[in-house]
């Protein structure tokens, strides 16, 4: 059974940095596209990054420049680095794959940007 498990988050003021991390188990992690995903309050969950098993990076209009997905697949592993960031960046973060699988989910890691 594959297992996702989310860490890194926290309170940060604006302008500040994160670095999430996502650590897959019971899967052949190497083998998929993965994604890190937010859900801020009373909104959907949106994409906010992707990256492909060969490494190709792809991001939403909202984090381009501020935001860098990266993975390691020795160690089962996939980052998202957060700079420069807004209070509209408050959510709670998830990885899943790309796309997403609606069993992989969860339980996120909260993100909250404010001062």
């Known amino acids: 059974q594959v297992q996702l498990v989310e860490s890194g988050g926290g309170l940060v003021q604006p302008g500040g940095s994160l670095r999430l991390s996502c650590v897959a188990s019971?899967?052949?992690?190497?083998?998929?596209?993965m994604g890190w995903y937010r859900q801020a309050p009373g909104k959907q969950r949106e994409l906010v990054a992707a990256i492909t098993s060969g490494g190709r990076p792809n991001y939403t209009d909202s984090v381009k420049g501020r935001f860098t997905i990266s993975r390691d697949n020795a160690k089962n592993t996939v980052y998202l680095q957060m700079n420069s960031l807004k209070p509209e960046d408050t959510a709670v973060y998830y990885c899943?794959?790309?796309?997403?699988?609606?069993?992989?989910w969860g339980q996120g890691t909260q993100v909250t940007v404010s001062s």
């Open positions: 019971g899967s052949i992690f190497s083998m998929y596209g």
């Open positions: 899943n794959e790309q796309p997403p699988r609606n069993d992989y």
